[in-house]
């Protein structure tokens, strides 16, 4: 066949696949491996949550792209709960996943060949790929420098950060803003770990007045609750901001059939409305956070950033990053390597802490032995 292009070849090669080797000899420990590659919930799905799911079983109709009323109402009073955001119902959409929405929103914007469009230096690979799939120009930097006269309609901002846990102070976040709407381009900040900040971080939204001084003019936050609630299976996210591009999202994810499930957006509903169980969720990541940490610092790792999120962001002196895999490996523990996010990465891993007590228990007993 000629005249195609598949994506093998166009796109580089999914990064956790390569881990498969040390998880081998991980999965190789006689006490069995501890999986802290990835940051996927363990602890089950809140009750009303799934009785929500339930109970909106009965849906034969099509979903509405919008969402319904109900729940956009839930994600504004959220918003405005607990981060100070205040947001039109009018001015919010679903969908299927936060990922989802990194990969396809240049796309969906129309950003394409000729373009330039930012992200961070050090980010979840999803930003680069879907700038790859929209045909333009990926540029890692955080310095807003670094992109000279180019056309840049979109920037990728996210705080608090995968994989560092860096949550980027208010200043900073104005400066951005500032920058951005001087030069037309839109910010869209990945927020999906908002809820998370430690050792009294509070990470602020691109939507608080703080920040853009009450105006979401070519502004967009992305929301997740895969970590807050556990609902990573449900694929439960939303995106708020600036109500021109939210109409303009809705219309192409019309055409394009991008619909939450009605069970779905039901339980998100729920989940929103209820602080309790993401409090509690909240307190397992803090204990095992704190278990991580202690016992990463005792055997000679350097913690930096981590201030939220779901990860420690941990170097050792005596290895780089596929060193530090291969070592941890040995006593049955995986990570991921830090350039799996960027070269800046090369002598750093990230440590999730969401598997359940009983294996962080364990990878701190192994990590008291390392060396």
């Not at 208010?170 to 430690?198: F, M, N, P, Q």
């Not at 490996?329 to 990570?335: K, M, Q, S």
Request: proline share 8%; with cysteine.
């Amino acid at each position: 066949m000629t005249g195609r292009r598949g994506a093998v070849g166009r796109l580089p090669e999914f990064p956790w696949d390569k881990l498969a080797p040390h998880k081998e000899v991980a999965v190789a420990h006689p006490d069995g491996i501890v999986d802290l590659s990835v940051g996927t919930p363990v602890d089950p799905v809140p009750e009303p949550l799934r009785s929500a799911l339930a109970d909106g079983a009965n849906a034969p109709g099509y979903p509405a792209t919008y969402g319904t009323p109900t729940l956009r109402e839930a994600v504004t009073n959220w918003l405005a709960r607990r981060h100070g955001v205040e947001a039109d119902p009018a001015a919010t959409l679903p969908t299927s996943g936060s990922k989802e929405l990194v990969a396809w929103l240049p796309t969906l914007l129309g950003v394409g060949p000729g373009d330039t469009v930012g992200y961070p230096e050090l980010a979840y690979p999803t930003y680069d790929i879907g700038i790859r799939l929209a045909g333009a120009t990926p540029v890692a930097s955080d310095s807003l420098t670094s992109f000279g006269p180019a056309r840049v309609p979109l920037l990728w901002i996210n705080s608090p950060g995968n994989p560092t846990g860096r949550v980027l102070p208010v200043d900073h976040l104005r400066k951005i803003v500032a920058w951005a709407r001087e030069r037309g381009t839109i910010v869209a900040s990945d927020e999906c770990y908002i809820d998370l900040g430690w050792d009294g971080a509070r990470p602020v939204s691109v939507l608080h007045p703080d920040v853009c001084d009450g105006s979401h003019e070519g502004l967009l936050a992305l929301h997740s609750l895969s970590k807050r609630s556990n609902l990573a299976g449900y694929r439960a996210a939303s995106v708020t901001g600036d109500p021109d591009l939210i109409r303009e999202l809705l219309l192409v994810r019309k055409h394009a059939g991008m619909i939450m499930p009605a069970p779905v957006q039901a339980a998100m509903r729920v989940a929103l409305d209820d602080d309790t169980h993401a409090a509690e969720q909240k307190e397992r990541y803090a204990a095992r956070r704190e278990r991580l940490r202690v016992a990463l610092e005792s055997a000679g790792w350097t913690i930096t950033h981590s201030e939220a999120g779901l990860y420690l962001w941990a170097e050792h002196p005596e290895y780089d990053a596929w060193e530090a895999v291969a070592a941890l490996a040995r006593y049955g523990i995986l990570v991921a390597p830090g350039d799996f996010y960027g070269p800046a990465g090369a002598r750093h891993v990230r440590v999730a802490f969401t598997a359940t007590d009983e294996r962080v228990a364990a990878a701190a007993k192994r990590l008291a032995a390392f060396g």
